[in-house]
């Protein structure tokens, strides 16, 4: 069933001819699809001063409710993190698919990457970092953000301009719901997919859950499902075929061979 592959060179033949005959191709992406811009992953070693944390711990509301000069420290290292960097040819290439077949991206990723490579996004599973909004009265805050060109230990958080609470990012921390738009979006495409569709699970351990469900929600459619991850993931198995390959050099491979 499970194919390796190398990087972007030699995709398995089965994988060509899954994104040939595709009317639709979901695409659930995860932090190793940005791992090639710069941004680190969630689980793979944190480089840099973040390194002696595990980001899991801080991407929950606890964390926020008990220091969050703290845990905004973290979000702004990370919203000046993603000023730095730019879509890589794997974002790039998707993005040229989705201009000749239907491609619906459900990504857990809180950059804007697809976007910025001019992908349309269907779902934001896990919320946007840029979405910053008050963590009492949830007024959405537009004001500007102070990113510290070195990362600190502890940053005030701006102040809702509303009520004058602490303002958060808007992303999805462990124990919150996932956005409802988002899980509709992602279900509805699920729903969408026939035999002979593709859903391409691209650069995600599988770990996090309701999104980890999705690739076999898309199996159960019938739909082809293609792993594209260096290393095995919890869905790898799960998977019709893998490409053991990073976003960065299979996507652009796959979308050049589907021209072929
Ligand atoms: C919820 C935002 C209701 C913050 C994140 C069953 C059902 C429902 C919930 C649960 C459940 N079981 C447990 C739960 C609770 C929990 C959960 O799943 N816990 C896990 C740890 C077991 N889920 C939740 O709390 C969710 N909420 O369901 O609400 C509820 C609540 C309580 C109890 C029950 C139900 C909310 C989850 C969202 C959490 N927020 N992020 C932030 O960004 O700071 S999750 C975080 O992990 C990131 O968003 C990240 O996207 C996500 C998943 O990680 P991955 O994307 O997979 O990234 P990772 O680093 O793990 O892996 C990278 C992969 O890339 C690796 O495989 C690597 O090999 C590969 N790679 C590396 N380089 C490359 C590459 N691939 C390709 N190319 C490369 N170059
Ligand atoms: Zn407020």
Redesign the pocket.
Known sequence: MTKPGAGGGDLPDEVVAAVRRARRVLVL?????S??SGVP????AQTGWWSHVD??A??TAQAWREDPPYVWA??AY?IGLLRAVEPHA?HRALADLGRVVDVTIA????DDLHERAGSAVAAH???S?TDLRCADCATPYLGAVDVPDEPVERLLPPTCGECGGDVR?G????????PTEAVTATEAAIAALAPGDLCLV????????????YPAAALAQGATVVE??????DVSDMCHHVVR??????LPALVAARRR
């Open positions: 992406s995860g932090a190793g699809m791992a090639e992953t969630f689980r793979d980001p899991a801080l991407a973290w979000y990370r794997g990504t857990q990723n809180v599973l896990h919320g970092l990012p992303v999805v921390w462990f124990g919150e719901l996932l691209v650069g995600t351990s599988g770990i996090v859950y309701p999104a980890a469900g594209v991850n260096p290393v095995e993931s390959g990073t976003a960065g050099a299979v």
